[in-house]
């Protein structure tokens, strides 16, 4: 064990506390019993009970879990397409660029890419609405799932994939019975990176969105403009709980995943 | 047991049989992989039935031709036939051959049970028969109490036999093996030579092995392709490379040797005198007739040699004197390190069939080294 020094303590306690107790209090205040949010009136889970009957946040969050789950899964099948190509074909026109343009998304200011979406939906002349946020988010989360697939394909044994074709399965097969459950802990892991992507992304979704298609994010970002209310408070905690969840999913499948199908 | 093996063995030899079919054929068969040749313009043939080992050191092109057989290379140039059928085009999973990979490559995510029954799935197998040769090739391989563990909780030489298993429970035309035992210990290696040489024999299959370990391609193979940087040195039987090695190269890796550098003095048939450039004389009766003055190579066996004390009768040839330098008691044999007046060392070995020898030699005592006209070869190479 390193020695844990007062300083070190220190910084880790602010850090921490720089991170954390924002999303501390909003929690806390979602608890509240009073509407006054700088106020501290006693414990209630009014609010919850109140969002229950907020038609409009209700829709909200269904749109968002449709989008998400929508362009995660699409997402996840293109972004592991793409690792796929770039981790096996080690040669091919315009490899570099392709593996380039890979990561540019990510690194690529949200407005940038927001706009460059709407121009383009508008040059196509698309409806705006619930299947332009959809593909706005599948593009820009399927970057994530082709990084983190493709790291995990690189230290995949090809072999396993042979073994198979060897054994009398065509590719497809091969893949999908050999290669795929074993690279699917990463799978996963980048649907949930990608899902959580999708659920609170703000700026690409105001870009794309048209009427009818008012994501959760959007929304709470709207009704702040009119004040913090606990009813707000309330639904970020659920989004926190979820995001949460998810990523520990994620890391914990991922992790353990990995370890079983690579000790082999 | 060793000896019912051998007798078994005598009697196959395709390949000194005209009238026999090839089985595999390389026929002049190229790999380049950009600017590089893995496999330069080769031709082998392989019986059915024969255990052939592809033999050479790291690098020189072995796997690469078993993988042009189970097609997960295309040759550059040249045609592979399997059973009188062109395998050009003819996609892996559509060939009749199973390879037991280097890694093993067992199926992580599935049992030993499920990694064997893989095979017979694609083929579309009955359920029942599935299980059936499962069971079989379980207890083939000694695995029934393993059947339901994953590959990761094996010892290496279990995975290494469910990876056999696997392999041959298609019962493929050709099995084909890169380096199997590489990973076991040399207790366990050695062990299972003589298993995969029973196994082979009792399915009656088509073994094509892949080792850089010459005394495991002598022990399981019927006959050795000795390969050097792409191309094949000799094809022939353990015994004849190791007593009749075509160059210095199989000479040199298959056991050891000496080897004397000299020219020609006279040559008839049956009878041919080397004089060395260490200013003794061969003479030996198995060698081609070759011109006064050509240059060529003595190689002669370290147990092929005999050490004395004394000058041993004769007329001078195939004789030579030295000084001990190193003796290595290995047990069953005694290794002499003897020093030339020129400072090229010379090994001979002498079985240890007695526990005491009445006069020993010892280190630093002059010695005569001397063996008789049919002890060793004459090479151009
Ligand atoms: N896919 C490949 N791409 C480029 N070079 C290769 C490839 N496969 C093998 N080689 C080269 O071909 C040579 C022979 O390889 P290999 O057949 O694996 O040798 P061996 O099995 O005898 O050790 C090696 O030098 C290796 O680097
Ligand atoms: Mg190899």
Redesign the interface.
């Given at each position: 064990m390193r020695r844990f020094s007062t300083f070190n303590l220190v910084s880790v306690t602010f850090g921490f506390a720089f991170l954390y107790l924002p999303i501390v209090i909003l929690i806390i205040y979602s608890f509240n019993a009073s509407r006054l949010v700088t106020v501290w009136a006693g414990f209630s889970t009014q609010w919850y009970v109140a969002l229950l009957h907020d038609q409009a946040i209700l829709d909200a969050a269904w749109v968002t879990i449709r989008v998400a789950l929508f362009s995660a899964t699409v997402a996840t099948v293109l972004g592991t397409m793409a690792a796929i190509v770039l981790v096996r074909r080690r040669r091919f026109i315009g490899r570099t660029l392709f593996s380039g343009m890979i990561y540019a998304p990510i690194v690529m200011p949200d407005v940038i890419t927001g706009l460059s979406l709407l121009l383009l939906f508008v040059a196509l002349n698309f409806d705006r609405g619930f299947w332009t946020v959809a593909l706005a988010h599948t593009s820009f989360t399927m970057c994530f799932v082709a990084v983190v697939v493709q790291s995990r394909l690189l230290s995949f044994?090809l072999?396993?994939e042979?073994?198979?074709?060897?054994?009398?399965?065509?590719?497809f097969?091969?893949f999908f019975?050999?290669t795929l459950?074993?690279i699917f802990p990463a799978v996963a892991a980048g649907w949930m990176l990608a899902f959580t992507l999708s659920l609170d992304d703000l700026v690409i979704s105001s870009f794309t969105t048209g009427p009818g298609a008012t994501t959760l994010p959007m929304k709470i970002y709207s009704q702040v403009r009119l004040g913090v209310t606990p009813e707000i408070n309330a639904v970020c905690t659920i989004l926190v709980a979820l995001v949460t969840i998810g990523v520990l999913i994620a890391s914990v499948v991922g992790k353990t995943g990995m370890r079983?199908?690579?000790?082999? | 047991m060793k000896q019912a093996l051998g007798a078994v063995r005598r009697k196959f030899q395709p390949w000194n049989d005209p009238a026999s079919r090839p089985f595999i054929e390389f026929r002049n068969v190229s790999k380049q992989f950009g600017s590089f040749t893995a496999v330069d313009h080769q031709t082998l043939t392989v019986f059915e039935r024969e255990f052939h080992a592809l033999l050479g050191p790291s690098g020189c092109g072995k796997t690469t031709l078993l993988r042009m057989l189970a097609g997960f290379e295309e040759p550059s140039e040249g045609e592979i036939w399997l059973d009188g059928k062109n395998l050009a085009g003819v996609p892996p999973h559509r060939r009749p051959v199973n390879m037991m990979f280097q890694s093993y490559a067992l199926f992580p995510h599935m049992s030993v049970e499920k990694n064997i029954a893989f095979g017979l799935k694609q083929d579309g197998m009955p359920r029942g028969e599935i299980a059936a040769r499962v069971d079989e090739m379980l207890k083939l391989v000694k695995l029934e109490p393993f059947a339901k563990r994953r590959p990761d909780k094996l010892s290496g030489g279990q995975r290494q036999r469910v990876a056999l298993a696997r392999a041959l429970a298609k019962r493929p035309k050709v099995l084909l093996l890169d380096e199997p035992l590489g990973a076991l210990d040399k207790k366990l290696r050695e062990a299972t030579q003589f298993e995969l040489v029973g196994l082979q024999e009792s399915l009656g299959l088509t073994f094509l092995i892949v080792t850089h370990d010459q005394e495991e391609a002598m022990t399981v193979a019927d006959r050795i392709s000795v390969m050097k940087e792409g191309k094949i040195a000799q094809i022939a039987t353990p015994a004849e490379i190791y007593e009749a090695p075509s160059s210095r190269y199989v000479a040199d890796f298959i056991g050891s040797v000496n080897v004397f550098e000299g020219t020609v003095e006279s040559s008839s048939p049956g009878r041919l005198q080397l004089e060395t450039d260490q200013g003794f004389t061969v003479r030996t009766a198995t060698a081609p007739v070759l011109g006064a003055g050509t240059k060529a190579w003595f190689a002669v066996r370290p147990e092929k040699m005999r050490i004395d004390h004394d000058r041993p009768e004769g007329d001078g040839v195939n004789m030579v004197s030295g000084e001990v330098w190193d003796i290595g008691y290995l047990g069953d044999v005694t290794v002499y390190n003897v020093r030339l007046d020129s400072g090229k060392l010379v090994r001979a070995s002498v079985m240890n069939a007695q526990r005491a020898v009445a006069r020993p030699i010892s280190w630093e005592e002059r010695v005569w080294l001397s063996w008789s006209d049919d002890a060793g070869v004459i090479l151009l190479d």
């Open positions: 044994d072999s396993l042979e073994a198979a074709l060897d054994l009398g399965a065509p590719p097969r091969a019975l050999v459950p074993v079983a199908t690579e000790a082999a | -």
